[in-house]
């Protein structure tokens, strides 16, 4: 299998796992944002106690790429044991959109970044695309309803 197969099955793969998390009923924080120049929507809702996040969605109309940075989010949220109160996810959520905004930085902020790799390095038109899921949660956090 050539490696550009590898990551678009790896990029598939974290788009489906965005596409698995249920919405939120009752969530107490929310933010829309828009990427007009393809029309991706990401939609970001939290239940928030405190300044703890208990749950998260991450909704996402659009393409592969913005859906699978949605599932690259649940993944850390899903794999560090604090979930998204960690201090690695925190910073996780900061790291990546500035990863993709370094032309010159070529080393993954975590090995799960990996398949958004050729998007970084061959797609410069399509960064929005990824980040628009990081950047929504960051605006999320700080919108309650």
């Not at 410069?124 to 695309?129: D, G, V």
Request: charged fraction near 20%; hydrophobic fraction near 40%; proline fraction near 8%.
């Amino acid at each position: 299998m050539s490696q550009d197969r590898l990551y678009q099955d790896q990029l598939l793969a974290l788009a489906r796992l965005a596409r698995e998390h249920p919405m939120l009923d009752h969530p107490t924080h929310r933010a829309e944002m828009l990427n007009p120049s393809c029309g991706d929507k990401v939609t970001v809702s939290l239940t928030i106690d405190g300044r703890l996040v208990k749950a998260m969605a991450v909704k996402v109309r659009g393409c592969a790429i913005c859906e699978a940075s949605a599932g690259l989010i649940h993944h850390f949220a899903d794999t560090h044991p604090a979930g998204m109160n960690s201090a690695a996810f925190k910073q996780m959520i900061t790291d990546i959109p500035e990863w993709f905004a370094d032309p010159d930085n070529v080393n993954l902020p975590h090995t799960a970044c990996a398949p958004l790799m050729p998007v970084k390095l061959s797609y410069r038109n399509r960064i929005r695309c990824a980040t628009l899921p990081f950047e929504a949660y960051t605006l999320a956090y700080d919108s309650p309803i």
